[in-house]
Each structure stands twice: as C-alpha cells, then as structure tokens.
C-alpha cells in the first residue's frame, strides 16, 4: 500500500472508531423510550436508531431535541419493508427490548409465544442489515430468546458468538441494591456476582464472593434477586413490568460494549452468552462475568468457588435453563 493510502487508511479507521451508530428496535415501549433517552445522553453514541412498529419516528423527533451531539433518525415499517433495514446499517450496537412483557401470574416462559417469532424477524434483519453489529437481546425469555437468535445466525452462516448477548445486568442491579437496602452502604460499592440465567431459578447471586458472604443463607434475599421482576409486575398490576430500571441497565451494558469497541480494557459485565463453563452438561448459554473487548466478547470469567448453598440454586438453574435453551433452538428449527 503506498504511504498516503496507509495514512488515508489509519484516518479512516480512526475516525469510523469513533462513530457509533446505536440502534433500538422497540423504542417506543416501556423500556424503549427511556433507554433511547439515555443512550441520547450518551456522548459515545454519535447515531441513535430508533425503530418500532408503530411510533419509531414519533419517540425520535422527540428524544432529537435533547441537546447532545448525536442524531437521531426514527424509523417504523413502510409499505417496501425497508425501514428496518435503513434502520439497522451500519450499526455498531443493536438492543432488542421488542416484544410483549408479562402480566400478573405470568411467567417469562409465559411469553415465548408471542416474543419467539417478534425476536427470530428482529434476528433476521439484523443478519441480512448488520451481521457484525453487537446484538443485546432484552426481550424475554431471555433463556430461549438468545438462542433463537443464535439459530437464526448461524441459519445464514454469519454467526459470531462474541458478538450475540442476553441482557442481564438487571439482576447484578437489582442484587446490589437489595444488599445496600439490608447492609446500609452505597449500592454502588456493592458488586454482586449473579450467574446463570434470567428467569426465577435460574438467576443465581452468589453473595459468598461479596463482602457480605453471610447473605448467602439470607433466603429470602437470595428469593428476592431470584423473583425481582415478579415484585414490578405485581406492583404495576396488568401494566407491564420493569421499564425504567431496565432502562438504566440496558444503557449500562450498552455503554460498556461502546467502552469495550473504544479500547477501554478491563470493562466486565455479566451477561448471556454462550460459554463453555457448563457445556458439559449440554447447556449452550450462561451468564456470568465478561470481559468485553474491541470483538466483543474478550474472555468469559470462571463462575469461581460457591458454597454448599449456592452450589444447591446451581443445580436448580442448570435444568430449568437446559430446557429453556432446547425449548429456543426447537423453535427455529420448526419455525425458520
Ligand atoms: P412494551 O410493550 O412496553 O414495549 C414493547 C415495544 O415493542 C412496543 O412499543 C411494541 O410496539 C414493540 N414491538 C412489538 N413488536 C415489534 C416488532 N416486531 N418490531 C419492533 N418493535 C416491536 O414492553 P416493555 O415493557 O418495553 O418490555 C419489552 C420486553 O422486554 C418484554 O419481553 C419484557 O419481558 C422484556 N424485559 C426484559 C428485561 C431483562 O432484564 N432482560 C427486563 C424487563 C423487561
Ligand atoms: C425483569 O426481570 O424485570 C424482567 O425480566 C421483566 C419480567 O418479566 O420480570
């Protein structure tokens, strides 16, 4: 290459470093609009992408006026279909917080119905519009909605595990709070390791590795972080559940992906990817702590040394999670 294009070629991949286009597709739901909020605060997103069936350029035209630099384009489907698309090139970091959220009495298996087929189109966009973007899927079950995505990926051979992740940093919030309220110190002080998944169960907060290890036998804590979600859906009684916490998390992950692709070393978050720490036991998909990296995902961290009661919850995730995996994987391959 002569000298000048080297040049050229170094200015260029500076610059496109730089540029962050972030897309939401759903951003004009519960979580949606405050999540767009927030990355529109965000000084690494230069680009803000905000897709939805209905109401993409209403929430847009909206969040544009805040006074930050990036800009914000709102898109929703047009009668050629192409507004998905428009919406996705280029992007660097894609959240899917699409789909129907639970009701009282529900489950987040419950919703799998309906969030299965939302997620597996969103995928397929994603796959044809933006194969390398990082793609953090919020939309519930996390469990199986992942997976499907994986399917889907891996479908139009574009698959790249360091790049697909389930959002579960909502868990480790929620953990850190719920401490803080018991112990009296700052949340933000308490790092709570939570593996696993991200329904009931199979959440599993391992508060032995916390400066608090005597919380590991707190039960009804443990239970807490475990049914969080289900604490919103009943307070907001048919409306929904958790919007605006989510929110906060899903900006955090998306903000530490952006710090990661920035060259920021040493960024770690806990999050839903497949990993290799309990393959052995035919389970594809795990959350735990990440190192992320300019790729994605850097390094997958060990689950470290449990004790003999959360050694007991691991056994009680690894099957409901086993089966929330299969039960995504299946439905693609009857539902392509
Ligand atoms: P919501 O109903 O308020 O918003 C969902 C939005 O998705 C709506 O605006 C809807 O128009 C849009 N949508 C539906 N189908 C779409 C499609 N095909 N393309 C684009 N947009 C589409 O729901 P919410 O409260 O924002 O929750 C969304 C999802 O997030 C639910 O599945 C919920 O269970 C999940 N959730 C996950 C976590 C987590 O920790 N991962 C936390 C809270 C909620
Ligand atoms: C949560 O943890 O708040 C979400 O997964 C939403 C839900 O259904 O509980």
């Known amino acids: 290459m002569f000298a000048a294009s080297r040049i050229q070629a170094r200015a260029f991949s500076a610059s496109a ?49 805040v006074n930050t630099k990036s800009t914000v384009k709102g898109y929703q489907p047009d009668d050629t279909g192409a507004g998905l698309g428009e919406a996705l090139k280029g992007s660097e970091v894609v959240l899917i917080p699409a789909g129907v959220p639970r009701k009282p009495g529900m489950t987040r298996d419950d919703l799998f119905n309906t969030n299965a087929s939302i997620v597996r189109d969103l995928a397929k966009a994603c796959a044809e519009h933006c194969p390398e973007a990082n793609l953090l899927i919020i939309s ?5 909605t992942v997976p499907i995505c994986r399917e889907v990926f891996k479908a139009r051979g574009v698959y790249n595990p360091k790049r697909l992740f389930g959002v579960t940093t909502l868990d480790v919030v929620r953990a850190s709070r719920f401490v803080s309220e018991i112990k009296g110190t700052d949340p933000t002080e308490e790092k709570i390791t939570v593996v696993g998944g991200h329904s ?32 919103v859906v009943k307070a907001k009684d048919g409306a929904g559940s958790a ?89 693609l391959a009857s539902n392509p």
């Open 200 to 231: 009931g169960v199979t959440i599993v907060p391992l508060f032995s590795q916390s400066k608090h290890p005597d919380l590991s036998s707190n039960a009804e804590l443990v239970k807490r972080v475990q049914f969080g979600g289900d604490e």
């Open 243 to 331: 919007t605006l916490s989510m929110a906060m998390a899903g900006a955090r992950m998306a903000d530490s992906v952006l710090r990661a692709i920035g060259g920021e070393k040493g960024v770690v978050e806990p999050t839903f990817v497949e990993s290799p720490l309990y393959k052995d036991q035919g389970i594809d998909f795990f959350s735990s702590k990440v190192e992320l990296g300019p790729s994605g995902v850097e390094k997958i961290l060990p689950v470290g040394e449990l004790d003999a009661n959360e050694t007991q919850l691991l056994e009680a995730c690894v099957g409901d999670l086993k089966k929330n995996i299969e039960k995504g994987v299946a439905f």
């Open 140 to 144: 519930n079950p996390v469990n199986s």
């Open 17 to 65: 470093r730089q540029l962050s286009k972030v897309t939401v597709l759903g951003a004009a739901g519960g979580i949606g609009q405050p999540l767009s909020l927030l990355l529109k605060m965000n000084p690494r997103v230069t680009e803000l992408s905000l897709y939805d069936i209905r109401q993409g350029p209403g929430v847009a035209a909206d969040v544009s006026h």
